[in-house]
């Protein structure tokens, strides 16, 4: 298998412990390539990848004939852009989430996606996680009966972490931005649906949103979501229907939050609860994602996370954006 020889542009934090080893440790990926001006931050990559290659502009990471593909971990604001680029040089793209600020970018992107007949995806590694699968199996295939409610939390506290794009407004910081995407997009992706009748409170710092409260629906289902990056770490989902509840441990995190596990609550033959659970202790959405990313390229088939998918998730976060009442 010859490998898809991967460069990252920027020496984020967020590559450096998550992204950057997942390519490495992925099978029929290398590791080949990091873009940064600071010799001080390529030296923490260099240590579990002793042959990277360090450019020293972004440019000339896209100029690199070696490489096929580029993960993109900059500031959300640069997203389109940088993913528009390295198309036009060439190469596959895997771009952090969101990978646009509107939903209206897309044309941008999905036009330079077939232009270059080259692929482009957000990095929504949630969906590469089998308790996803799982779950939306179970739901489809009536385990819980006709699904009645669906709930989403997910929220952690940075608010003493001023100078982080998360909090920046320029740089297209906030919770929904962050991570609303996660709470949004697995519900669409288990129901196959999208949400209407949306509603919501949104709570703002520096012109960048905390906390916010949305309500809605998925088909005849109620759905209920908070986010927030001023309250203590917490992330869960269930999917409540007439026989039965699925909920879900560490939906968005596994194995940083706690281990994924997926639990099925029924009624069995006795009038008693039931509750059986799979549980992935070791399975890592990084390197899956990078593992699917490898094959649709090397194979020419479907990405599971296409932009069109990625598409719907940002516009209910623009919808919401558009109603929520300030609080």
Known sequence: M???????????????????????????????????????????????????????????????PEIDAIYIPLPNHMHVDWTIKALEAGKHVLCEKPIAMQEAEFDQLIAARDKSGLLAAEAYMILHHPQWHLTRDLVQQGMIGKLTHV????SFDNRKDTGNIRNRPETG???????????FGSARFVTGLEANDISARVRYENRVDVVADVQ??????????????????????????????????????????????????????TGGGTVSTQRFPADDHYKLQVEAFGRAVREGGDYPVPLEFSRGTQAMIDKVFEVASEV
Request: neutral net charge; contains cysteine.
């Open 151 to 154: 709930s989403g939390k997910f």
């Open 173 to 183: 910081g906030g919770g929904l931005r962050d991570i609303g995407v996660y709470v």
């Open 2 to 64: 010859t490998p898809v020889k991967w460069g990252v542009l920027g020496a984020s934090k967020f590559a450096l412990n998550y992204m950057a080893p997942a390519i490495h440790a992925a099978e029929g990926a290398e590791f080949a390539a990091l873009a940064t001006s600071s010799a001080d931050k390529a030296a923490p990559f260099q240590a579990f990848c002793s042959n990277l290659r360090v450019h020293l502009s972004y440019d000339d990471l896209l100029a690199d």
């Open 216 to 269: 809605g629906r998925f088909g005849d289902a109620l759905y209920t979501a908070y986010v927030s990056t001023r309250m203590h770490p917490y992330q869960e989902m269930v999917f409540h229907g007439e026989k039965g509840v699925i909920r879900l441990t560490a939906p968005f995190n596994a194995r940083v939050f706690g281990e994924a596990r997926v639990e099925l609550h029924t009624v069995g033959h």
